[in-house]
């Protein structure tokens, strides 16, 4: 059965500190893998996906399917990165997603 | 555009008693999937409709079901609510190809109690 890990709860860093969030997979083949944010007060949204491998506001992920690990980061985080984030695996049909259980990021002054 | 739009916002409802969720996609989009959000937790699958029908089904039970009209905005029903219904239900829509991104509403909040 497919599942996304995100171990960490909540991540506290400060202004300009790196950011990793951690995302690991269980799934046979090869997936494709997502990292949805919500804003506070805001709907779920896309933020990236990994067969795009594009930047977003400055966020990156990379796909290693050795660790199966698709973990988000960005080297300076922005007070306005402060969301939830969530990783997400699409099974079945592409648009079935299976969410991790989400990490708070929290970037503080 | 609006975007995806979910009724009601909020919904209390006593346990035993049926609920009907509604949702209507993004402008152009086909497809509607529904997902159940428990506090702490990230949104679970329930089921995915395309041309009215249901495509494909997470794990919840026959209590769960679902409707996708020909304007393509959908339906949840939930029957014989428990306490443990209590979350926020989320809509999605998407093109049929799944490799376009979903977009989400703003949820619905069933509280049972």
């Known amino acids: 059965a497919q599942r996304v890990t995100q171990p960490e709860k909540l991540l506290s860093v400060f202004k300009g500190a790196p950011v990793e969030l951690k995302c690991n997979y269980s799934?046979?083949?090869?997936?494709?893998l997502f990292w949805y944010v919500q804003y506070s007060r805001q709907r779920l949204q896309l933020l990236l996906r990994?067969?795009s491998r594009e930047s977003i506001k400055g966020f990156t992920a990379d796909l290693n399917k050795g660790e199966t690990s698709f973990h988000l980061k960005k080297p300076f985080a922005q007070e306005e990165d402060s969301a939830m984030y969530y990783c997400?695996?699409?099974?079945?049909?592409?648009?079935?997603?299976?969410f991790g259980t989400g990490t708070r990021l929290q970037v503080t002054l | 555009d609006a975007g995806v739009t979910q009724s009601p916002t909020h919904l209390i409802k006593t346990r035993g008693q049926q609920v009907t969720l509604r949702c209507s996609p993004k402008?152009?989009?086909?497809?509607v999937s529904w997902y159940q959000q428990a506090l702490g937790q990230g949104p679970q699958f329930i089921f995915q409709?395309?041309?009215?029908?249901?495509?494909q089904r997470g794990n919840f039970p026959d209590r769960f079901s679902g409707h996708q009209f020909p304007n393509y905005s959908s339906e949840l029903n939930v029957n014989a609510l428990l306490l443990g219904d209590s979350a926020l239900y989320l809509c999605?829509?998407?093109?049929?190809?799944?490799?376009?991104?979903?977009?989400f509403g703003p949820g619905t909040r069933l509280t049972v109690t």
């Open positions: 999605a829509s998407s093109y049929s190809d799944g490799l376009y991104e979903q977009y």
């Open positions: 799934y046979s083949g090869s997936p494709e």
């Open positions: 990994h067969i």
């Open positions: 997400a695996l699409p099974g079945g049909t592409a648009s079935k997603l299976t």
């Open positions: 402008s152009g989009h086909d497809t």
């Open positions: 409709y395309y041309e009215e029908e249901e495509r």
